[in-house]
T-cell receptor
Framework: NAGVMQNPRHLVRRRGQEARLRCSPM?????VYWYRQLPEEGLKFMVY????????ESGMPKERFSAEFPKEGPSILRIQQVVRGDSAAYFC??????????????FGAGTRLSVL | TQLLEQSPQFLSIQEGENLTVYCNSS?????LQWYRQEPGEGPVLLVT?????EVKKLKRLTFQFGDARKDSSLHITAAQPGDTGLYLC???????????FGTGTQLKVEL
């Protein structure tokens, strides 16, 4: 059973370009989460999606960032007009249906975005 | 806003020593998870605790969830170099499904 797959592992962009990060959840998981880890900081929640729906985007910057999880294909985190401050590791996690008590999330290896 | 504070932030010990990492909050969490993250990789789930007072053991690692579900601890017995890594606690609470991550404890075990 393959784990959460993220690609690319490393992405280099120049300021003003677009970055697209992809995430394929574990088999059987229909819930996807994106987190960002800035240098020397912890993981911060960005967005939670189910197939074709954004459930919680409270952690996502209002501008330049968007996320989708289409019916077919991977989840995409898109950053338009990247700036140097967007340089970070972006992690995707997936889970089966969360219960009221717990939400066991499994993480991918991350995409390390560097903005020149 | 729910916050999780971990202590210590850094820990460097010799092989064979015991250690405890703490994860504290003023908020109640419905469950709490511990992850270990190595450089260049994503967090790997170690354990999930759900019930206040719950204790779980994973070989040399012992995890405890506080009675009030506001804090947790991770105790490692006879640490080995392979235990080196960033240990993160993460809580589910506030009615949503997102995880709030702790500030992390960077552990280094030397020979």
């Amino acid at each position: 059973n393959a784990g959460v797959m993220q690609n690319p592992r490393h992405l280099v962009r120049r300021r003003g370009q677009e970055a697209r990060l992809r995430c394929s959840p574990m088999k059987g998981h229909s819930h996807v989460y994106w987190y960002r880890q800035l240098p020397e900081e912890g993981l911060k929640f960005m967005v939670y999606l189910q197939k074709e729906n954004i459930i919680d985007e409270s952690g996502m910057p209002k501008e330049r960032f968007s996320a989708e999880f289409p019916k077919e294909g991977p989840s995409i985190l898109r950053i338009q007009q990247v700036v140097r401050g967007d340089s970070a590791a972006y992690f995707c996690a997936s889970s089966p249906l969360p219960s009221l008590a717990k939400n066991i999330q499994y993480f991918g290896a991350g995409t390390r975005l560097s903005v020149l | 806003t729910q916050l999780l504070e971990q202590s210590p932030q850094f820990l460097s010990i010799q092989e064979g020593e015991n250690l405890t990492v703490y994860c504290n909050s003023s908020s109640v969490f419905s469950s709490l998870q511990w992850y270990r993250q190595e450089p260049g990789e994503g967090p790997v789930l170690l354990v999930t605790v759900v019930t206040g007072g719950e204790v779980k053991k994973l070989k040399r690692l012992t995890f405890q969830f506080g009675d009030a579900r506001k804090d947790s601890s991770l105790h490692i017995t006879a640490a080995q170099p392979g235990d080196t890594g960033l240990y993160l606690c993460a809580g589910k609470g506030g009615g949503g499904n997102k995880l709030t991550f702790g500030t992390g404890t960077q552990l280094k075990v030397e020979l």
